[in-house]
């Protein structure tokens, strides 16, 4: 059988299951396809001989019965995750040679679960971006093109590697994270399908942490059937997360009935910005009229803040970060700078932060130092947080009132050009954030779904927004979604 | 509150993170673009507003005070940049 690594996980377990293909031969599919991708710069550490050896553990579980959905699928790993014995450095210089002693919970749990590891993937460096074009190891380029035109436009950030893979078939799924949007950008710009689970739902252990308050991992899959199928093996308590929730996981793929009649959508009338491109108006309508024609009741509503939410962001997330980044100080891993002579600990620090560290780190580290200085603390740092307890108002007013889901369009617009960005300042890229960081600050779950392409034929997604722990619910809304819309466009092979 | 390059070379200190003088009037300048865009949040009224500490009401956890990990010197040291005699090596701190 040829192009296995086409799959969706959906349909590759159950052919695996079956005995019609192995996962050893899913593997060297997939191991082909990253071979011929070079020019995505999507994956950047290989694991060839690891995910061989993984594939064919895969396959004797297989053939002994009873594997969990998982067995034998494989999978890229944002460079984010902790890899025991292999290169993670969060795509930064800082952690160049890192090599971890230990997995990150949420890679066990997958690899427990018999899943394969292909390699890790790019993304911006520490998470920090929304076009992947902060990473030490180059942009990671999407596999769509505008017609007609073979300008290099971006996968989304920070995500980027994640989603260029998955949408390009190198894999047959890939963990993502997300603080302001990371997972559900990137998946729009591909036209694939991610979710952020409620804060908590996943172990932040062992992934590189940028704003721990923020932080989430999540599947980025083919489909939304994938992405329940995924995140179950993903989430879970941990008891080295102090954050992570001692709470049962459901079978989220068993509640993807499709049926949503009866279930209300809320429509925001804060998300309708000015100069909204008519494209991303008509795309949030079709949406709408889908989920309407599908038995939703579709009810207007307001969330007074959402304006905020950005500049709230751009406290809380630098603020984190400044603090969880002060460990990169040349002592216990990664880069130490070359010191000159009579060159003390403070220049060690110093010079080692301002090698390793890209333009944009070093710029949130600074602006969250600065927010959190003597003097600036209330006015910054705890105003921003009194500004997230009412954004988080917001929403808890609303699915109160009975929503069970809000719609919205993922991004202000479809994937722009690499370096399109680049004279523009860096409030500008923040603006990419701009319909997925309420999510962050509220801690609730949110997914992308491809619904539509625009006149240039990019794909562009819809996110719905549940309410916390019932990422099940909130699946089969993006199911339905998915049915209705009927997305199956892949980019063109141009790499 | 406009930030010149003073307070920028201040905040680089802090940070631990060496930038060469003529770069300063650059990051102060980029300091005011994002400051600015912060400052609509003076526009909130969060008066007898909480600032959040977690976004799920819950208790944080507590285990037992007992040693639960250890004996790993060797795993713990692997990755230094500079490990000698069973320790992290940095340069001289005390005169």
Redesign the interface.
Same mark, same amino acid.
């Given at each position: 059988m040829s192009d296995l690594n086409k799959l969706t996980i959906a349909d590759a377990r159950d052919s695996l299951r079956k005995g019609d293909i192995t996962s050893a031969e899913l593997t060297e599919a997939c191991l082909t396809a990253i071979e011929g991708a070079g020019a995505l710069n999507a994956f950047v550490h290989d694991t060839a001989q690891m995910a061989r050896d993984m594939a064919a553990d895969a396959d004797r579980r297989l053939q002994a019965g009873d594997a969990p959905g998982m067995c034998g699928i494989p999978l890229g790993i944002k460079d984010l995750f902790c890899t025991k014995g292999v290169a993670s450095q969060a795509a930064s210089g800082i952690l160049e040679?890192?090599?971890p002693?230990y997995e990150s919970t949420v890679t066990s749990k997958l690899f427990e679960a018999g899943s394969v590891m292909l390699g890790k993937l790019n993304m911006d460096e520490f998470a920090m971006g929304s076009s992947n074009e902060t990473s030490v190891y180059g942009n990671a380029v999407n596999p769509w093109r505008r017609a007609g035109d073979d300008a290099a436009l971006t996968p989304g950030g920070s995500s980027g590697g994640s989603a260029a893979a998955v949408a390009a078939d190198l894999c047959l799924g890939a963990t993502g994270t997300d603080t302001g949007g990371s997972i559900r950008q990137p998946a729009a710009f591909t036209g694939i399908t991610g979710i952020k689970p409620?804060?908590?739902r996943c172990s932040r252990w062992g992934v590189v942490a940028f704003a721990s308050?923020l932080d989430q991992a999540g599947p980025m899959t083919k489909t939304v059937r994938d992405s329940a199928i995924m995140l179950g093996a993903m989430c879970g308590h941990d008891?080295k997360d102090?954050?992570s929730?001692?709470m049962p996981v459901p079978d989220f793929e068993a509640m993807l009935s499709g049926d949503i009649s009866g279930k209300v959508i809320g429509i925001p009338k804060e998300y309708r910005m000015d100069g909204m491109p008519a494209e991303i108006e008509k795309l949030w309508a079709d949406g709408t009229a889908m989920l309407k024609d599908a038995g939703a009741e579709i009810r207007d509503i307001s969330l007074p803040?959402t304006?905020?939410a950005?500049?709230?962001y751009?406290?809380i997330a630098p603020a984190e970060a400044?603090s969880n980044l002060?460990r990169y100080?040349?002592?216990?891993?990664?880069?130490?700078a070359k #010191?000159a002579p009579g060159?003390?600990?403070?220049?060690?620090?110093?010079?080692t932060?301002?090698e390793g560290?890209g333009a944009e780190v070093?710029?949130r580290?600074?602006?969250g130092?600065?927010?959190l200085?003597a003097g600036f603390y209330d006015a910054?740092y705890?105003?921003?947080?009194?500004?997230?307890? #009412?954004i988080?108002r917001d929403f808890e007013q609303v699915f109160e009132a009975g929503v069970d889901a809000i719609l919205t369009p993922a991004t202000p617009s479809a994937a722009f050009g690499l370096g399109e960005m680049a004279s523009a300042?860096?409030?500008q890229m923040?603006l990419n954030d701009v319909f997925t960081v309420t999510v962050n #600050?509220?801690?609730l779950p949110g997914v992308t779904v491809p619904t539509g392409r625009n006149a240039q034929g990019l794909p562009l997604g819809l996110q719905l927004i549940g309410r916390?722990w019932e990422e099940g619910d909130l699946l089969n809304c993006a199911y339905a979604l998915e049915q209705a819309a009927g997305f199956v466009a892949k980019p063109d092979k141009w790499w | 509150m406009s930030i010149d390059t003073k307070i920028a070379a201040r905040v680089a200190k802090l940070a631990r993170i060496r930038v060469e003088d003529d770069a300063l009037p650059a990051l102060a300048a980029e300091f005011n673009t994002i400051l600015g865009f912060i400052e609509q949040l003076a526009e909130v009224d969060v008066e007898g507003v909480e600032p959040m500490t977690s976004v799920t009401p819950m208790r944080l956890p507590r285990r037992a005070d007992a040693v639960t990990d250890g004996g790993q010197q060797a795993a713990v040291l692997s990755n230094a940049p500079d490990a000698r005699e069973g320790f992290f090596a940095v340069p001289k701190v005390v005169e």
């Open positions: 040679g890192f090599v002693e409620t804060y908590g308050s008891p102090s954050t929730a001692d803040h304006k905020y950005l500049p709230a751009y406290v400044s002060a100080d040349g002592v216990r891993y990664g880069h130490r #010191l060159d003390g600990i403070t220049e060690m620090y110093e010079k932060r301002a560290f070093q710029r580290v600074m602006v130092t600065y927010v200085s910054y705890n105003r921003a947080r009194k500004v997230r307890t #009412l988080k300042d860096p409030v923040y #600050l509220a801690g916390p | -």
